[in-house]
């Protein structure tokens, strides 16, 4: 992709230019719409002319097809025009990359905050407490203020119980322990019946799973991760995140600080019984009797355990600079198309495109 190697000025140097053409094609659209409006005024008031005093016109008269014809160029027009805007400003985005970088110590605190829930084969965002997972243990529940981008994309930033400390590995932690009663089982099979995948960030930098191309064998990144699996007979929930953050350290006069490069997610579906309890909210899981955590109501409609977990890894890369740390999320390639938003898109400018008539027009 093009953005590859470039630096965050150059990025966003491309964006502003960009939108520049995207304005400049909004302005071509009202020039031609107001030379086609005083084409249209002209003809008509020659019309009228003819009429009231019966004689020749040097200008040809408005014929059924010549009105055809100037409507036809301005709905052209506004296709091209249009078209034009949308591919400037139809960029793939998620938070502009050219904030200053933050600078963590050993042992700072690095915030996990969630996004959203989004789904290929639904048009619906959902925020992320819309299904009952671990809050925060004092309760403390707070949105991020928004962005017109971020409103537009539907997104709600919040907080999470995630407690990640800068250069410390964590094997297995607790994030919380609950039951889910019938209604709550339900709303999760549901959403990952529907391939919903959950979004989070750590320092501005959106969550991506790794995989592999199974026909190329490169290693591929996908946006976000799914929340579980569904099958034939059964439903399967992603309950235990292997988070790995990727870091390269800065030197400084008196001491070495560092910057957060990459931020990767791999779920896991581990059922409780594999989890023995530790203190300090740590645990340790058997990998002698691994099992996935299915979600099944049953007959007596009993509350069902679920134990969330989650473990962190902190992966040095001194070769990734601060400055391309975007690189990877802004030439990921979509697994699927999201038809309904294309097709919606196109409906649009069409509708914008002969939304608009000639004045003294008549159809």
């Not at 938070?95 to 905050?113: F, H, N, Q, R, S």
Request: charged content about 25%; some cysteine; aromatic content about 10%.
């Amino acid at each position: 992709m093009f953005s590859m190697g470039l630096t965050d000025m150059q990025k966003i140097g491309l964006g502003l230019v960009a939108f520049g053409l995207g304005f400049l094609s909004l302005g071509v659209v009202l020039f031609f719409d107001k030379g086609l409006l005083a084409m249209g005024n002209h003809l008509v008031k020659e019309k009228k002319e003819k009429k009231s005093k019966k004689k020749a016109l040097t200008t040809p008269p408005l014929t059924k097809e010549r009105r055809t014809a100037v409507m036809g160029v301005a709905a052209a027009t506004r296709v091209v025009c249009l078209s034009v805007l949308c591919l400037c400003v139809g960029v793939r985005g998620f938070y502009i990359p050219g904030v200053a970088p933050t600078e963590y110590e050993e042992g700072d605190k690095l915030e996990i905050k969630a996004v959203k829930m989004t789904s290929i084969k639904t048009q619906l965002p959902y925020e992320y407490y819309s299904l009952p997972f671990c809050k925060p243990k004092d309760g403390d529940v707070h949105y991020k203020t928004l962005n017109l981008g971020e409103v537009l994309r539907g997104d709600r930033i919040v907080n999470t119980p995630y407690q990640l400390s800068v250069l410390k590995d964590q094997y297995c932690m607790i994030l919380c322990e609950t039951e889910l009663n019938h209604k709550q089982v339900k709303a999760f099979s549901q959403r990952i019946d529907e391939d919903y995948t959950l979004h989070m960030l750590a320092d501005n930098l959106p969550a991506a799973t790794v995989f592999k191309n199974l026909k190329s064998g490169e290693l591929q990144y996908e946006d976000g991760f799914k929340l579980g699996f569904s099958y034939t007979s059964h439903v399967v929930i992603n309950n235990h995140l292997k988070i790995r953050i990727k870091y390269h350290a800065v030197p400084k006069p008196d001491k070495n600080v560092y910057r957060i490069v990459g931020f990767e997610v791999e779920p896991q579906s581990i059922h409780s019984s594999a989890v023995s309890k530790q203190p300090d909210d740590r645990c340790i899981i058997n990998k002698d009797d691994l099992k996935v955590m299915e979600l099944k109501n049953s007959k007596e409609k009993r509350k069902l355990p679920l134990m969330f977990t989650y473990s962190v890894v902190w992966e040095e890369r001194p070769e990734l600079a601060w400055a391309s740390r975007w690189d990877t999320y802004l030439s990921m390639s979509d697994v699927q198309i999201h038809w309904f938003a294309i097709c919606n898109s196109v409906a649009i400018v069409l509708f914008l495109s002969g939304a608009c008539r000639v004045p003294g027009c008549p159809d």
